[in-house]
DNA sequence: CGATAACTTGAATGCCGTCAACAGAAGTGG
DNA sequence: CCACTTCTGTTGACGGCATTCAAGTTATCG
């Protein structure tokens, strides 16, 4: 998963497909709701998420959860945070995961082979774009824009490590783990899907979603593809 | 101003502090609101800020404008995306300011040193946990708070490179500025601004804002620094 | 001194949040 | 296998915060 996700910036020597592909072996399985690394924990590791999703999000004083980013299958979750000597967010899986815990001399390994690095630092600037493209999200469109522009780029960044089948992925988050991305209440996302799905632009059951018109979708969120820098 | 920053995280050899400050010397001055780099440009040289205020920001469709960075003296504008081959954002001044256009070269030369590549990378991180926390601000807080934790950030940020004197600061921008950074419209910021006046936490005449009460701007805005990692 | 930009204020509208009640699914234990 | 609990999803009524609109004032600058 990491080696195709790696591979979206450019193709990769054997040697280092080897190298990524035993790197990212193994996991250990989490339910969902399980922290990861919590704010004010020093880093040790680094974290790759194999399967199923996660989420940086911080905690405020009222009580509510803002999630500040969304993990995929292929996603680090702290790649760069660990010259800090404390997080100051939290990171925790949202649905069942297997995650990686890699000691940093791992990640320095990678970091020796020149097509892998540079593959590291394109991934770690698109995660950045990802972050600043939510903060356009929530600062200035309405809830239905918001809501499609995510679920198109979720729906983008599945096909981009081949989790998308026709236009259906594993989709098992809650509308509230939505809303907590979007600035929004679990209500409101509630009332923006399902009009999505009576307007037959989704279609969404057993964990699945589906996209059924995905030109559709894209208009609505005004989504384009291009921060995501795919290649 | 960019020694002074750098060494917010830690001593910089003699040598060091003479190198960047050679590269950080000089300059062109611009006035409020000139692109220095716009949306799909392709990213020559590194943006240094040496006097004013500038930012990141985006254009949506509807024609508004979300910022997503506020760039004060001694912050790099662009420092790391320069891999990626097209800017997905802009960054233009706010105020007058002296920018310095930084070649590839002389970034590579600073990374050769150790301890200014590791104040770098702190500087690159804290700009994360800036983004970060703005997204909490808005997606999270309401206006009052939002607007209170922007002027504490930027309060602490300036007086990490000594530009404030006493309780007050050089500040140009205008409400709308604010408002486009905190996904709120000018008349809203305008509200909240002048009943903080009212309460007397702040004041804020001719270019400048004095903060009368830090400590209560500080809990309106739930502000804690901890994201700053200074240390 | 005129023109433009920024600030200020009030009134009305509207989107989204809050509250509340219920339905359906999933998991637990008897 | 069936009560029971819990979590998630669904829907409607109401209210509030921020937006929009609009008008007027103050700064700023040539």
């Known amino acids: 998963m990491l080696v195709r996700k790696l591979e979206g910036f450019g193709p990769l020597p054997e040697a280092d497909r080897k190298l990524v592909a ?8 989490l339910p969902p709701r399980s922290d990861i690394i919590t704010e004010g924990q020093n880093p040790e590791n680094v974290h790759l998420i ?3 999703m996660a989420c940086r ?6 009580g509510c959860r803002q999630i500040l980013a969304i993990f995929l299958p292929g996603d680090f979750c702290d790649l760069h945070v660990f010259i800090l000597d404390h997080m100051d967010h939290s990171i925790s899986t949202l649905t069942d995961c297997t995650v990686v815990d890699m000691p940093r001399s791992a990640v320095f390994q990678m970091l020796e082979r020149p097509a892998i690095a540079k593959a590291l630092w394109w991934a ?7 972050l600043r493209e939510r903060l ?9 824009e918001r809501i499609s522009h995510l679920l198109c780029e979720i729906y983008v960044r599945m096909q981009a490590v081949g989790l ?8 098992r988050l809650t509308q509230t783990d939505i809303a907590d991305a979007l600035g929004l209440t679990n ?5 923006v899907i399902m009009e999505l799905r009576r307007d037959g632009v989704l279609e969404a059951s057993n964990a699945h979603i589906s996209v059924l018109k995905p030109d559709a979708l ?9 921060y995501l820098h795919l290649t």
Chains 1, 2 share one sequence.
Do not use: C, H, M
């Not at 999000?57 to 009222?62: E, G, M, P, R, V």
């Not at 356009?136 to 239905?144: L, Q, S």
């Not at 209500?187 to 009332?191: A, F, L």
């Open 50 to 52: 194999v399967s199923g």
């Open 22 to 29: 035993r790197l990212a072996d193994g996991g250990r399985q």
């Open 136 to 144: 356009v999200d929530i600062g200035r469109r309405p809830a239905r």
């Open 218 to 226: 894209q208009a609505i969120g005004k989504f384009s593809d291009d």
């Open 124 to 130: 770690t600037l698109v995660d950045e774009a990802v």
């Open 187 to 191: 209500v409101s996302v509630n009332k």
């Open 164 to 171: 998308v089948d026709g236009q259906s992925f594993d989709f």
């Open 57 to 62: 999000y911080k905690l405020i004083d009222s």
